[in-house]
């Protein structure tokens, strides 16, 4: 019996296993060209879900489509007739799906500096379906419209790569924007065009934002490849900024910006919004169109099963609704709006780019919650406690709601700081920045006693020390505040930032858990981190576990 219950499943898998992949194959794509843009503002109640389920299929959808070529390859060698003509025509579906949707190409900065193992994996499913396509010549009675198919799907590869390639770290300086674009986006020339008169007006209005946002993105692109900024930039930076007078103008500049960076380093934006993208594009479009009616002309349709025929209808009709839903969200992407829009007050410009919700992780849960001892031992032992520190990671995260108050106090800090540099210095320079946060922060702590002993051993921590160092003291001070403190009770800052509805204490939590989290999670976006913050990070914890084994035997 249970013989006979094996010899069916094989059966059953020998039969299906590649139409299962191959759907499977296109409804990830589906998914991901859906659901990949809430990436950018998703909500804090869903955001860890939707995060795993994204980066689950993107790594998925790969591995599913290059399976399924493997599985056809396998077929066609093993029994070269019984594979049919349209299992041969299904591969190059297989090379559009590796080519991925438009809306997302890379899931982090880090998968970007893949694109000499991508452009391997090209040449590589290239050369299995033409190696497919030329063993079943020249009996192959739809051999055009798999080649047509076969030419967008090379298309579809070579742009994501060609996408990899140029959000890489080593050529992301190439261009700030396609290249056809320019300094001839209307915005700008709109504002090259002003007298003074109208500058006045325009330096109130809306349309300031986008100016802003597209006017400083080359500079703010550029911090990714190097930290330092020339103090030229820093000072056109700073000045536009304080033009704005408007916290909540500020704030909807940066959004801009960052989406404009989010669609140039995670998105083919940068390679099909050009005209010879839209070039490549038609031609894409036009071989499925050629395909499906090639297909559809076909007079021997009873040689294939039912199934096949409707499956391979729908893979050429998934194509079709795949590329113009790309087209579709292409037209609504940052970069084409701010190439084409005449006004801030379309609803399209002001869409949600954000969720206004900041990650926030602390040391003292990543540490007490999440790390016993004999847990973090078997790692140890099994070599996974890269792996084990990453998963902590995630479950230890959260996010907190960032609310204009608090955005307002940030702008507020930050202006003072750099309109004493221009007071000071015409053109301040990173090192004077540097002095004069480190000043604001002795200031700090001359409220406390021993402040002196206190700043002087800050003054010699590099920074990622420093991130860490008063992190912890933000807990500790956190954690030892009154549960129910009276509303009259506390500093005198304390009270009067009670009664204006702002709390102080509120937002210093708020930055130092963001600040833990960066330093964690994604320290690649922090240019000042040193190479061995993960040695200091690592002795941090050692020193905690120590504390706490003495606290405990004591």
């Known amino acids: 019996m249970s013989s006979f219950v094996i010899e069916e499943t094989k059966k059953l898998w020998a039969t299906w296993n590649i139409r299962v992949f191959v759907i499977v194959s296109l409804s990830m794509q589906v998914f991901l060209i859906l659901f990949a843009p809430y990436r950018k503002r998703r909500g804090k109640t869903y955001g860890k879900c939707v995060d795993l389920l994204i980066w689950s299929i993107y790594l998925l959808a790969d591995w599913v489509a290059g399976f399924s070529i493997g599985l056809i390859v396998s077929k066609q060698i093993k029994s070269p007739t019984e594979s049919s003509d349209i299992q041969v025509f299904w591969a190059p579906f297989l090379l559009l799906h590796l080519g991925g949707p438009d809306t997302i190409t890379s899931f982090a900065l880090e998968d970007n500096e893949f694109w000499v193992r991508h452009l391997l994996g090209l040449l590589l499913q290239v050369g299995s379906t033409a190696y497919v396509f030329i063993k079943s010549l020249p009996e192959n009675k739809l051999w055009l419209p798999t080649i047509l198919v076969t030419v967008a799907g090379i298309i579809k590869y070579a742009e994501r790569n060609r996408a990899f390639y140029l959000a890489s770290f080593d050529h992301l300086g190439d261009g700030w924007a396609p290249s056809e674009w320019g300094d001839e986006l209307p915005i700008l020339?709109?504002?090259?065009?002003?007298?003074?008169?109208?500058?006045?007006?325009?330096?109130?209005?809306?349309?300031?934002?986008?100016?802003?946002?597209?006017?400083?993105?080359?500079?703010?692109?550029?911090?990714?490849?190097?930290?330092?900024?020339?103090?030229d930039q820093c000072s056109d930076i700073r000045e536009t900024f304080l033009q704005l007078e408007n916290s909540s103008l500020v704030l909807q500049a940066m959004e801009i910006e960052l989406s404009l960076l989010y669609e140039v380093l995670h998105t083919k934006l940068p390679v099909v919004g050009c005209m010879i993208g839209y070039i490549f594009r038609f031609i894409t479009i036009c071989c499925i169109l050629g395909a499906l009616l090639s297909f559809s002309l076909f007079k021997k349709h009873y040689e294939f099963g039912q199934f096949d025929i409707w499956l391979t209808y729908g893979l050429l009709i998934g194509a079709l609704l795949l590329e113009f839903m790309s087209i579709i969200l292409l037209g609504l992407s940052d970069w084409i709006l701010v190439a084409h829009i005449q006004s801030t007050e379309s609803k399209f410009f002001n869409k949600r780019r954000w969720c206004r919700a900041v990650s926030q992780l602390n040391f003292i849960t990543y540490y007490v919650k999440?790390?016993?001892?004999?847990?973090?031992?078997?790692?140890?032992?099994?070599?996974?406690?890269?792996?084990?520190?990453?998963?902590?990671?995630?479950?230890?995260?959260?996010?907190q709601d960032f609310r204009e108050d608090q955005w307002r106090f940030i702008y507020e800090e930050v202006i003072k700081l750099s309109t004493s540099l221009i007071t000071n210095a015409s053109r301040p320079t990173g090192l004077e920045a540097n002095q004069a946060w480190k000043s604001n922060r002795k200031r700090a702590l001359e409220s406390f006693s021993n402040s002196t002993d206190i700043a002087n051993i800050l003054e010699e921590l590099d920074y990622s020390k420093s991130v860490l160092t008063w992190h912890i003291a933000t807990e500790i001070c956190w954690l030892q505040q009154e549960p129910n403190q009276p509303p009259g009770s506390g500093t005198e800052e304390d009270q009067t930032s009670?009664?204006?509805?702002?709390?102080?204490?509120?937002?210093?939590?708020?930055?130092?858990?963001?600040?833990?989290?960066?330093?964690?999670?994604?320290?690649?976006?922090?240019?000042?981190?040193?190479?061995?913050?993960k040695i200091v990070f690592a002795d941090t914890l050692a020193e905690a576990e120590s504390l706490v084994s003495r606290r405990s035997n004591s």
Request: proline share 4%; aromatic share 12%; with cysteine.
């Open 498 to 533: 009670t009664s204006n509805g702002f709390n102080h204490k509120e937002i210093c939590k708020l930055l130092s858990d963001y600040m833990f989290y960066l330093l964690i999670m994604h320290p690649a976006m922090m240019a000042a981190v040193s190479v061995s913050w």
């Open 189 to 231: 020339v709109e504002f090259q065009k002003m007298d003074a008169k109208t500058m006045e007006k325009f330096e109130k209005s809306l349309k300031s934002i986008l100016w802003t946002a597209v006017h400083h993105f080359g500079t703010i692109k550029m911090t990714l490849v190097g930290p330092f900024l020339s103090p």
């Open 370 to 399: 999440y790390s016993p001892v004999l847990l973090r031992g078997i790692a140890n032992y099994l070599g996974i406690r890269i792996l084990l520190e990453a998963t902590k990671g995630i479950l230890c995260l959260s996010s």
